[in-house]
Nanobody, 122 residues
Framework: QVQLVESGGGSVQAGGSLRLSCAASVSVYAHYMAWFRQAPGKKREGVARAAATWRLSAVYADSVKGRFTISKDNAKNTLYLQMNNLKPEDTAMYYC???????????????WGQGTQVNVSS
């Protein structure tokens, strides 16, 4: 059974930073890994998809480009999301996702974590 466990969420003021982690029971090397978020009353949206080992580029939503950085540690089977210059509109539940197919920022991934809450106050 695949498990994805997110951590690192919390409450920060605007302009602050957080780093989210996602510990995976599957190989992050062999899977496409991504972060999504869902704010109350809104649809789940893709935030970032990590670069696959055989491809060079990560993919980011326009709303987070230049502020968020996705990375992964293959040896630790862990996915990260470094979030800088946080804004109140970044407030959401953040989810880690994995699949052997590349859904990029579409929420069609097969495996999902339970989420970690991020709250950004103004």
């Amino acid at each position: 059974q695949v498990q994805l466990v997110e951590s690192g969420g919390g409450s920060v003021q605007a302009g602050g930073s957080l780093r989210l982690s996602c510990a995976a029971s599957v190989s992050v090397y062999a899977h496409y890994m991504a972060w999504f978020r869902q704010a109350p009353g809104k649809k789940r949206e893709g935030v970032a998809r990590a670069a696959a080992t055989w491809r060079l580029s990560a993919v980011y939503a326009d709303s987070v480009k230049g502020r968020f950085t996705i990375s992964k540690d293959n040896a630790k089977n862990t996915l990260y999301l470094q979030m800088n210059n946080l804004k109140p509109e970044d407030t959401a539940m953040y989810y880690c996702a994995a699949d052997r197919a590349d859904w990029v920022l579409l929420d069609r991934y097969e495996y999902w974590g339970q989420g970690t809450q991020v709250n950004v106050s103004s």
